[in-house]
Structures are given as C-alpha cells and as structure tokens.
C-alpha cells in the first residue's frame, strides 16, 4: 500500500497573484492536493498529522496568514519513498471567513485565492476542512459557490469528530452528509475526521493518495500532451 511518506518540504510562499500566474504558467501539471477552510478549523493540525509535526504552522490569531505556502512531498510504503514517483506537491491555503481583518487585506486574499483557483491544474485536489460541531457556515457556503462548475477533484473533511461525546451529535451530521452531496454536488467524498486521535485519516489519506497515483498514470500515458 502506498502512503504519503515522510516529512514535507517548504518551497515557496506565494503572497502576490503574479506570483501565482507564474507558478502554474511554468508548471501546468503539478500533482497535489490543496487544503483550504475557514480559520481555526483544524487545517495545520491535519496537515501536521500527514506530513509531520511543524510542517505548518498554527498561528494563535485566527485569520492572520494571508500567504499560500507551497510544499513538495514524497509517496511511498512502509520501506521509505518509492524512487520511480516524482515529487508530488500540497499548497497550505489561507484561511477564509475571518471577519477580524481589514477591508485591503481581505481584497487581496480575494484576488489571490481567485488567481490561485482559476489556474490551478485539474491535477490537484481540493481539500476542503470544517469544523463538525459547525458545518456549512456561511463562509463555507461562500467558497463552495465559487468552487461550483469547478473540474477538481474535492473533498469535504469535518475536522474535530472526537468532540462529538453523544451518539446523536454524530448521528445530525451523517444526516448533514446526505443533504450536502445533494447541494454541492461538485464535492466527490465527505469524510469524518480527527487529526487531535488520529479518527478517519487512514482513509482520507488513502483517497487522496489514490487521486494522486490516478493524475501521475495519466500524465505517464504515452498519449498525454506534454
């Protein structure tokens, strides 16, 4: 079985839609996932459960980085990084829906995100993280209208299931998971899960691992334009 293999590294932090422009003008193939979702849903703890403790940083103040970090990481099984796969790359969005910033700040996140989403390769997975106790908020519902018509691969995470101490807490949002297929009918699975214990990550990262594999075999064919 192939996992994401060790740590992850930092290449680069894209805070300027030019630079975004560039990035994926220069690299039309990039193979990946992109994790995005309102601030303080979990989003660095998840990514730190996949790739390493630190590999993103959790900031005490909500809504304060306005930067996409840009990391290249490997595949692989339990023996160490399979050689014969290329690098393979996950982009750390800003947090949206932050109401505590200013009116400039959130124009640029603005331009920025819509840069990044209009030129974002259909080889990348959108990841998209929420809160369980506190799902489709208004902001969630803001992105997923703009996500909508869009050719990617996205997946829908709630985040922090371990809170849920009663059955019935659960029980509402496997209720909620029917009712969101039906309205955002772009998203492709819906998982439940933990990074604080670890609860259905296996299985989300085996999802995402089988996108990546899927887009590298693609890009392998003879058939495929370079």
Not at 22 to 39: C, D, E, H, T
Not at 40 to 61: D, E, M
Not at 201 to 224: G, H, K
């Amino acid at each position: 079985m192939i996992f994401i293999k060790g740590s992850a590294h930092f290449q680069l932090g894209l805070d300027k839609f030019e630079q975004v422009e560039n990035l994926f003008q220069k690299n039309p193939n990039m193979i990946g996932v992109a994790f995005v979702g309102r601030s303080n849903v979990g989003k660095s703890s998840l990514i730190n459960s996949f790739y390493g403790k630190k590999t993103a940083r959790t900031s005490k103040t909500p809504g304060r980085t306005r930067e996409i970090n840009v990391f290249s990481f490997n595949l692989g099984n339990v023996e160490g990084p399979d050689q014969d796969l290329p690098p393979f790359f996950f982009f750390d969005l800003p947090g949206y829906g932050h109401a505590e910033v200013s009116k400039e700040m959130q124009k640029n996140w603005n331009i920025l995100m819509g840069t990044f989403f209009e030129y974002l390769p259909s080889s990348v997975a959108i990841l998209n993280i929420q809160d369980a106790r506190h799902p489709d908020q208004k902001a969630d519902q803001d992105f997923h209208q703009f996500l909508k018509g869009s050719p990617h691969f996205t997946v829908l995470a709630f985040n922090k299931i371990d809170k849920f101490k009663k059955q019935k807490e659960r029980a509402a949002l496997q209720k909620k998971k029917k009712e969101l297929f039906a309205k955002y009918k772009w998203v492709e699975q819906i998982h439940f899960v933990s990074a604080e214990s670890q609860i259905g990550l296996p299985q989300l990262e085996q999802a995402l691992v089988s996108f990546m594999l899927e887009q590298y075999q693609i890009q392998s064919s003879p058939d495929f334009p370079v």
